[in-house]
């Protein structure tokens, strides 16, 4: 893309309303705009990671082989009644009236919906284990919306859903889902610790939040550093066997990790000084296993082997795609701007001419632009040197190409990398080797 052209609006000053650096960021750098309290509409580099994050959500997902679905953002209070929850789940809930006067809400989650989609589709315990997950809007009426996308009222959700014969089944998918989590914020280039937590309204008793490091989260966190060194991605554990699911499930027994609301201090004393971590997290995904709570309160059932019918258990996961974005770029952030990480930058490089007009450096730089324009934002403004800087900076794409004059003669290009700060005069060739353009 050329800079030149795309729409997006940085702004200059600091936005008085935004307290937190993911949110000063987001709008500087023309990611988002709110439209009102708490809902906000994407542009175009915005979006770009938005459907980054959701596509490496969309892999892990089928990779552990749930299927995607999309069930549509209204729903029909009576769904809500036949669970119990339309009353209990309160003024976050944003309810609408149609002009036949029938009661619809925007959703805020999607247990009942899924869960009458599979009772009436669903009848045999052959069938089962099902996993079923979508990708779609969210609405909760916060009562203090905050920190921009980080707690809006409309966000982007992923919401998985697991359908099981029996306990022992059910907490197989649970764990599968928790290595799939484990992997996906990995791509994602931020380390999540699960911590046991509680499963407020949604139900049940089994319970995890994964929690991305930052120094900003809203939760205090304590964990055992032995976190900090797995690679989820090479570890060889394959989510279709039960004995690699039992080893996550022994792992994550034995290695601490809780949030300040159920931290136990005699757990932590027993743990050696060095293995102490202490911080602070955002929470950007949680897990629930809650059992037939919905299956028995809706009345969905599926026939077994022996031909009674049972109450098939199930389990829910969301991760908050939105939230993600600004929990990423807090834990990835200097006072110069964002430091995406590879897998969920808008572009892989941004490149920079200096000299716009001059013919050997623009005959360059459109050489190295053509090679991968999908991957290249291309800053051909007519700025100084020191304004592209300062934008590539704030934009925060992981490398820069910069081109001038003087290099452009010898085919010398500048590659500085935005997390390190690293900087190497290569050749054209060398250059987008380093970069995998070629
Ligand atoms: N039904 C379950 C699992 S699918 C559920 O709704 N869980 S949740 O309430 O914990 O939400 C899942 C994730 O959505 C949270 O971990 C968080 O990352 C994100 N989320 C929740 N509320 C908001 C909000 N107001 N703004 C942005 N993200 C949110």
Known sequence: MRLSQAYQPTLKEVPAEAQIASHRLMLRAGLIRQTSAGIYAWLPAGLQVLRNIAQIVREEQNAIGAEEILMPTLQ?????????????????????????????????????????????????????????????????????????????REFYMKDAYSFDASYEDAEKSYYRMMLSYLRIFRRLGVQA???????GPIGGNLSHEFLVLAPTGESGVFYNNDWDSIDWNSLPLDPKKDEDLDKLKD????????????????????????????????????????????TESMGVEVSGADGAAFHPHMGSYGIGVSRLVGAIIEASHDDAGIIWPEEVAPYKVALLNLRPGDEVCDQLCEEFYALKPDAILYDDRSERAGVKFNDADLMGHPWQAIIGPRGAKTRTIELKNRASGERLELTFDDAIAKLGLK
């Open 76 to 152: 029909s209070a009576e769904l809500w009644k036949r669970s119990g929850r339309y009353d209990a789940y309160g003024p976050e809930m944003l309810r609408i009236q149609d002009r036949h006067k029938r009661e619809l809400l925007y959703g805020p989650t999607n247990e009942e919906m899924v869960t009458d989609i599979f009772g009436t589709t669903v009848k045999s315990y052959r069938e089962l284990p099902k996993m079923l997950y979508h990708i779609q809007w969210k609405f909760r009426d916060e009562i203090r919306p905050r920190f921009g996308v980080m707690r809006g």
């Open 193 to 199: 610790v699960p911590m046991a937590a509680d499963t």
């Open 251 to 294: 792992l994550v027994a034995n290695s601490y990790a809780a949030t300040d609301e159920k931290h136990d201090e005699a757990s932590w004393a027993k743990l050696p000084d060095e293995k102490r971590r202490e911080g602070r997290g955002i929470e950007v995904g949680h897990i629930f296993y809650f059992g037939t709570k919905y």
